[in-house]
């Protein structure tokens, strides 16, 4: 079983910045791969960005150049920057982790974060 516990969510002013995290426990060795999903009110989850253990990326086009993903493999954490935010980006977050990128990309992880709520005020 593998835990992931999100946080840094919240309210930001539309041009503003969010970070998240998603710190991951238990048997983690073969998550290779793990990201972000968001979902807004009414809507289906979809990907924002994906990383794998070696910094292998993946990114929504609504999102490039606005919001970065990383990774701490020795704390096994991944990591949302989110920079010029927009009204259009509040949705629940969801951190995601799969032994594969193609697990993470196609919306189909093994693990699911609680979620997280990110608001943005225009």
């Known amino acids: 079983q593998v835990q992931l516990v999100e946080s840094g969510g919240g309210l930001a002013q539309a041009g503003g910045s969010l970070r998240l995290s998603c710190a991951a426990s238990g048997s983690i060795s073969s998550m290779n791969a793990m990201g972000w999903y968001r979902q807004a009110p009414g809507q289906g989850r979809d990907l924002v960005a994906a990383?794998?253990?070696?910094?292998?990326?993946r990114y929504a086009d609504s999102v490039k150049g606005r919001f970065t993903i990383s990774r701490d493999n020795a704390k096994n954490t991944v990591y949302l920057q989110m920079n010029s935010l927009k009204p259009e980006d509040t949705a629940v977050f969801y951190c995601?982790?799969?032994?594969?990128?193609?697990?993470?990309?196609?919306?189909?992880?093994?693990?699911w974060g609680q979620g997280n709520q990110v608001t943005v005020s225009s």
């Open positions: 995601a982790a799969d032994p594969t990128l193609l697990g993470v990309v196609r919306g189909l992880p093994a693990y």
């Open positions: 990383i794998t253990r070696g910094g292998t990326t």
